[in-house]
């Protein structure tokens, strides 16, 4: 590694984490329905939204109340982008005059931006129209998160609150988290991007000829603010098919770290939103640590792969200072690893190298990162509630060790909460195990994979890992685009969707009714180096070890052959 790859790393913790404890209070604030800077410019477009859709923000909602408002809006979201999608070509805003998508293309997109997953199985210059791209993708880029942070306040709240029946109103919470959290935050990122080169036209496509002669069509659009939410909201996916390995849609150093960073911004700036509203900050720096310790171990194993020579190709001069096969020269393989890293441990899809190059073992870490759960920063939202489920099961296990029954913050963890904490253990096991096998088993499905042998399994594990953990990101090479996984894979991201959010409302909902009970001397510290040291292995012991065979069967057993010389 040279000098600017340390630069560059240090950049990035910087840009994520000095503006973490600001933004999170501010979006606590937000939220909660204090006043903030932006108020006096903002309230009077939110008092307006409200009238509009007739809501009285002044009414709280049960969990259940709330389940439904979510579902609701869901799938009126999910029909929307349906229907645009397989009408695009008599929508305006067409210049290259597209057709519409296939139907189970047009479901698995509709699905997948609806459930912040942004899988895509097609490229997207050459698929989508302006119309489409802004309309229909873009608003979910930002609604689908802020459905995210809406479910994590709730959660938030069920364990602040004292014997309380409401948690919230899901309309009020939904525009809040959009108008003051994501659009601001948007708009400045997006005129960074500008600034940087990223185009924002309704142009048509421009046309060239190449050095050798061949015509050329170069795609346009308005690519600056849909890369901006992209990223915020870690939706990933990508304006161009190639997402920010594309010139336009990351030209320079300078876009590659400010989009790299806003990956992860909100996810940290959420941490300490959870320690305002439990009124801890103790508790943030213990999440904080965790999230720390499994990101940076990921980050050293990928680094070191993707140097290391191929034995394969040992000989020649230029392996010797790592394989950049795959990976685009001008970011090179430091910047490469960590982009794999930080897609992998939020739920962002988007890359600026193509995972199906990396090595047996640097492949791993982004596959190992979304079988957790997605809970390393994780998602808008997503990210945090899952690490906070992996909290209750850590406390759990804490009490059964001492004999005391389990509580968190005060609040008891009963016999209810724990049946729903084990339902979402079993999420990413249906979605990826049972989901995964059925396509590996098929003969028709079997045949997307472009490899044989192990590297092939790797595949199709990672397709069904990304659609299950609501990442996006995918092994190229994978031909998914088929009618099996286009409807396997949407039912993927609506299991690793609301197989943990409607649980995560139930648990907020009977947390928030209970007594909270004062914390004495024999309580379990929940802030300290035991705790963080208790969460870490729980998470690793209980959210990975459920993967071991498979990952043996995939990157692992590609790295034992690869070295015998297979």
């Known amino acids: 590694m040279h ?4 630069l560059l790393i240090l950049a990035f913790f910087a840009l994520v984490l000095l503006p973490a404890p600001f933004i999170g209070r501010y979006l606590y604030r937000v939220m909660e329905g204090e006043k903030t800077w932006l108020s006096p410019v903002l309230q009077p477009v939110e008092r307006l939204c409200y009238r509009l859709a007739g809501v009285d923000s002044k009414t709280e909602q049960d969990w259940k109340t709330y389940s ?7 799938l009126v979201s999910l029909l929307t982008l349906f229907a645009i999608l397989l009408l695009q070509g008599a929508l305006p805003l067409n210049p290259q005059q597209l057709p519409g ?19 895509q199985a097609y490229s997207g210059e050459a698929t989508l129209s302006y119309f489409s791209q802004m309309v ?11 459905v995210g942070l809406a479910v994590l306040v709730v959660f938030c709240r069920g364990i602040a609150r004292r014997s309380s029946a409401s948690v919230g109103n899901f309309w009020v919470d939904l525009t809040r988290a959009t108008l003051y959290g994501l659009l601001p935050l948007c708009l400045l990122l997006a005129l960074l991007l500008v600034w940087q080169g990223v185009p924002q036209t309704f142009m048509d496509y421009v046309q060239a000829k190449t050095l050798l002669g061949a015509d050329q069509s170069i795609p346009l659009g308005p690519a600056a603010s849909q890369i901006a939410i992209k990223q915020l909201g870690t939706n990933g996916g990508g304006f161009f098919g190639v997402n920010s390995a594309h010139p336009f849609e990351n030209p320079t150093a300078w876009s590659n770290l400010f989009e790299l960073a806003s990956i992860l911004l909100i996810p940290a700036a959420l941490l300490f939103t959870f320690g305002h509203y439990v009124k801890d900050l103790r508790q943030s720096r213990a999440l904080l640590a965790s999230m720390l310790i499994l990101f940076a171990i990921g980050l050293s194993v990928t680094l070191y792969a993707e140097y290391q020579p191929n034995p394969a190709l040992a000989a020649l001069p230029i392996e010797q200072g790592g394989s950049l096969e795959g990976k685009e020269s001008r970011f090179g393989i430091a910047g490469s690893a960590l982009w794999a890293v930080t897609t992998t441990a939020a739920s962002n899809g988007s890359v600026n190298a193509m995972h199906d190059s990396f090595s047996a073992i640097g492949g791993m870490i982004p596959l190992f990162n979304m079988l957790l759960g997605e809970v390393i920063f994780g998602g808008v939202g997503a990210g945090l509630y899952g690490m906070l489920l992996f909290v209750l099961i850590a406390v759990f296990l804490a009490g059964l060790m001492i004999g005391r029954t389990p509580e968190y913050l005060g609040k008891k963890l009963e016999a209810r909460e724990v049946r729903l904490l084990v339902a979402t253990l079993l999420v990413m096991p249906v979605g990826v195990l049972v989901l995964g096998a059925l396509a590996a088993s098929l003969p028709g499905p079997a045949a997307s994979v472009s490899n044989p042998g192990a590297h092939g399994f790797s595949q199709l594990l990672y397709a069904y890992s990304s659609g299950t953990a609501n990442n996006g990101s995918a092994f190229a090479g994978f031909a998914a685009n088929t009618v099996y996984h286009n409807l396997m894979l949407g039912l993927a991201m609506l299991i690793g969707r609301f197989g943990y959010i409607l649980p995560i409302l139930a648990i907020a909902g009977s947390l928030a009714a209970k007594k909270r009970a004062p914390l004495g001397s024999n309580s379990f510290p929940t802030h300290g180096p035991l705790f963080v040291t208790l969460l870490t292995l729980t998470i690793v012991l209980v959210g990975g070890l459920t993967f071991l065979p498979t990952l043996a069967l ?3 057993a590609e790295h034992m052959t690869l070295f015998q010389g297979f």
């Open 3 to 6: 000098s600017y790859d340390y």
């Open 101 to 119: 998508l296939e139907w189970s293309l047009a479901f698995n997109t509709a699905v997948s931006f609806v459930t912040n997953t942004n899988w």
């Open 554 to 556: 995939g990157p692992i």
């Open 136 to 146: 229909g993708l873009g608003v979910q880029n930002f609604v689908s998160p802020a």
């Open 68 to 74: 439904l408002a979510l579902l609701a809006f869901t």
